[in-house]
């Protein structure tokens, strides 16, 4: 069965640290990755995509991240983090083959970033 | 753009009884929506995917006499949580997609969530 696995459950920084987090899946095929996020108290917002192409891959508030096929992973970095990226952070995966869209989460990982 | 609302966005509701959610797409036409369980520190779990005009398509554990899913129409799906007891408490979420050009997939937009307790 399809998974995706985010070994940090709960990270804490410091205003201005770095950022990785680490998202691995388990399918064979092609595949489609997402980074999400959800602030306190609001909806889940998308932070980035990879279809295809480069498999670095930049999205909104500064957040970038990679796809290593060989390694099944799509980890989300973040060069200098700030107190308003406090939130919690999903990534996801669909097939790509188009025959379906439903997307199959990982378990989360909520960042604390103190000022 | 690409808004999705749902409503309510907290219902307590007694034992035995049944409770509607309903979710919308505001600016777009949905041509697929899901609906999502989360539970308190974990993941969204999907439950079922409708297209509109036709059945959902229920996953696998997922009673649909239970949840009942309505698309109606590319703008509204409703979920109805039928007999409801205290083990279906939860946050439920919904999503709507469409097609976005030049790709295979689709992306997912999501609502703020509809927190239901049952008493």
């Known amino acids: 069965a399809q998974s995706v696995s985010q070994h940090n459950h709960h990270v804490i920084l410091s205003e201005a640290a770095s950022l990785e987090l680490g998202c691995n899946y388990s399918?064979?095929?092609?595949?489609?990755l997402f980074w999400y996020v959800q602030y306190p108290g609001q909806h889940l917002q998308l932070l980035l995509k990879?279809?295809?192409?480069?498999?670095l891959v930049k999205g909104i508030k500064g957040f970038e991240a990679e796809f290593i096929k060989s390694k099944f992973s799509f980890n989300l970095r973040k060069p200098s983090v700030q107190w308003s990226d406090t939130a919690e952070y999903f990534c996801?995966?669909?097939?790509?083959?188009?025959?379906?869209?439903?997307?199959?989460f990982g378990t989360g990982t909520l960042l604390a970033v103190q000022p | 753009g690409a808004v999705v609302s749902q409503h309510p966005s907290w219902v307590i509701c007694k034992s035995g009884t049944s409770v509607k959610i309903e979710c919308r797409s505001l600016?777009?036409?949905?041509?697929?929506m899901f609906w999502y369980r989360q539970f308190p520190k974990q993941s969204l779990m999907l439950m079922a995917t409708?297209?509109?005009?036709?059945?959902?398509?229920?996953e696998q554990g997922v009673e649909k006499d239970k949840f009942l899913i309505n698309h109606a129409s590319l703008t509204l799906s409703t979920l109805t949580v039928t007999s409801a007891h205290p083990e279906d408490s939860s946050f439920y979420i919904c999503?709507?997609?469409?097609?976005?050009?030049?790709?295979?997939?689709?992306?997912?937009?999501f609502g703020p969530g509809t927190r239901l307790t049952v008493t």
């Open positions: 999503s709507a997609s469409f097609i976005t050009s030049g790709s295979r997939s689709y992306e997912q937009y």
């Open positions: 399918y064979g095929g092609t595949v489609n």
């Open positions: 990879y279809f295809s192409g480069d498999p």
């Open positions: 996801a995966v669909t097939p790509g083959s188009g025959a379906t869209n439903k997307l199959i």
């Open positions: 600016d777009f036409q949905a041509t697929t």
């Open positions: 409708s297209n509109e005009g036709s059945k959902a398509t229920y």
